[in-house]
């Protein structure tokens, strides 16, 4: 059976890094949209060039362009064994629309992650992340310090400016927090306190999969 998942949750509620991890431990892709957007728009291409004033923004891109990257994505082979989907959907009509993509592939393992709104602002305006390979840096990494993954430059992401994340966390409420009700009925739907160090996040994650029926991660 494949592991599908779905993470919702605030921008820098830990989506990103926890989806790292349980696509890296079940042998699966992170299907993040925010990463393939910067990726179209630091190479300039013209989905780039249709999305950058809106990232800078805090605002969405249009759902049509979204559905259409997400499915095109979600057809590739790798993703056929599963896939774990980071900052998508994002609007009710994106999770209407990602059902029909989905049909007939299993269920869809919805993970929450809760975390306090003073704490996202405090997060992500001191968040860094690699300027080569987007990697997020350690959140105490000292201020000289190089990625991890890769030995590139650390940067700010042009939108974790304070007034920048303050408008992204309002398109949340508005646009996105309607999906918890949306898929809160299903019994696959789990809400995991994001308000914790990432071990025990990933703990809490990693029990909900367990207790979804879902397969146990390929290295455990
Ligand atoms: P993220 O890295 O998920 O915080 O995404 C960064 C930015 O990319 C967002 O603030 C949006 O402008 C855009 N974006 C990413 N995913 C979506 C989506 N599913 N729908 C609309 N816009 C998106």
Redesign the pocket.
């Known amino acids: 059976m494949s592991l599908n998942v779905v993470m919702l949750g605030p921008?820098g509620a830990g989506k990103?890094t926890q989806a790292d991890r349980l696509a890296r431990e079940h042998g699966i892709p992170k299907v993040?949209?925010?990463?393939i957007?910067?990726d179209a728009v630091q190479r300039g291409t013209p989905l780039g060039k249709a999305?950058k004033a809106?990232?800078d923004a805090?605002?969405?891109?249009g759902?049509d362009i979204?559905v259409g990257i997400v499915r095109e994505r979600l057809d590739q082979p790798d993703a056929r064994r599963g896939f774990i989907l980071?900052?998508?959907?994002?609007?009710v009509a994106?999770a209407e629309a990602l059902e029909g993509i989905l049909a007939g592939r299993g269920p869809v393992v919805v993970l929450l992650l809760d975390v306090p709104s003073e704490e996202l602002v405090k997060r992500l305006s001191s968040r860094r992340v690699c300027g080569a390979c987007g990697a997020n840096a350690a959140p105490n990494a000292p201020a000289d310090a190089r990625c991890g993954q890769c030995g590139g430059e650390l940067v700010q992401r042009r939108?974790d400016s304070e007034a920048v994340v303050r408008e992204?966390l309002r398109?949340y409420e508005a646009q996105t927090s309607p999906l918890v009700e949306h898929y809160r009925g299903r019994a696959t739907f789990f809400p995991v306190d994001g308000n914790q160090p990432p071990a025990a996040v990933y703990e809490a994650l990693r029990e909900a999969v367990a207790s979804a029926g879902m397969p146990a991660p390929r290295t455990a």
């Open positions: 921008p990103g993040s949209t925010g990463d957007l910067r999305a809106v990232m805090g605002k969405l891109v759902d979204m980071d900052g998508f959907p994002r609007t994106q939108d992204r398109v």
